[in-house]
T-cell receptor
Framework: DTAVSQTPKYLVTQMGNDKSIKCEQNLGHDTMYWYKQDSKKFLKIMFSYNNKELIINETVPNRFSPKSPDKAHLNLHINSLELGDSAVYFC???????????????FGPGTRLTVT | EDKVVQSPLSLVVHEGDTVTLNCSYEVTNFRSLLWYKQEKKAPTFLFMLTSSGIEKKSGRLSSILDKKELFSILNITATQTGDSAVYLCAVPAMFYNQGGKLIFGQGTELSVKP
């Protein structure tokens, strides 16, 4: 009964490869996010989708392409991986309704990507 | 530009000590401030604060917001080794075209020694 799940948990790959990370939430939320956490633990927004529509793209290189096949899924595809892409990537979701809890985001367990 | 700054960046204490973690913010159209605890994996929600001066409590943890001075503190009393984690402060940017993204501080890494 995991709320926000991500696969894989760990990903080790070589420079230049293309890889994907998948995210699913079973909370019925309309909005989903991808965050990147660097080695200094700083969490930074990358993308946000609301009901399958892209609403935030925080100047992320276009090697990163999010895809949302439906509002419960948000996948992240990365082309031509570089050393600097090594980080932990977190998926998150939140409800869009203007309720008192709609600011709270629920995070997945993270995917640790290591590019060698 | 919206920003959130936490201090200290790291803290080492012994069990039983009381700690205070700080978070200051500059954000347009402030709505709320959130505290998260991150152990080895996903950040988990602790508190959301929207009003000044009202303390939120959960066991040994408590937090308060000062909207005039633009900061919040998170207190942990009688610390235990299980409190060791990174504590993250975040503020939502709530303009429509920003989709409710959370702007995070750098985090405070707390280490509680036995």
């Amino acid at each position: 009964d995991t709320a926000v799940s991500q696969t894989p948990k760990y990903l080790v790959t070589q420079m230049g490869n293309d890889k994907s990370i998948k995210c699913e939430q079973n909370l019925g939320h309309d909005t989903m996010y991808w965050y990147k956490q660097d080695s200094k633990k700083f969490l930074k927004i990358m993308f946000s989708y609301n009901n399958k529509e892209l609403i935030i793209n925080e100047t992320v290189p276009n090697r990163f392409s999010p895809k949302s096949p439906d509002k419960a899924h948000l996948n992240l595809h990365i082309n031509s991986l570089e050393l600097g892409d090594s980080a932990v990537y977190f998926c998150a979701s939140r409800p869009s309704s203007p309720s008192s809890r709609s600011y709270e985001q629920y995070f997945g367990p993270g995917t640790r990507l290591t590019v060698t | 530009e919206d920003k959130v700054v936490q201090s200290p960046l790291s803290l080492v204490v012994h069990e039983g000590d009381t700690v205070t973690l700080n978070c200051s913010y500059e954000v347009t159209n402030f709505r709320s401030l959130l505290w998260y605890k991150q152990e080895k994996k996903a950040p988990t929600f602790l508190f959301m604060l929207t009003s000044s001066g009202i303390e939120k409590k959960s066991g040994r943890l408590s937090s308060i917001l000062d909207k005039k001075e633009l900061f919040s503190i998170l207190n942990i009393t009688a610390t235990q080794t299980g409190d060791s984690a990174v504590y993250l402060c975040a503020v939502p940017a709530m303009f429509y075209n920003q989709g409710g993204k959370l702007i995070f501080g750098q985090g405070t890494e707390l280490s509680v020694k036995p």
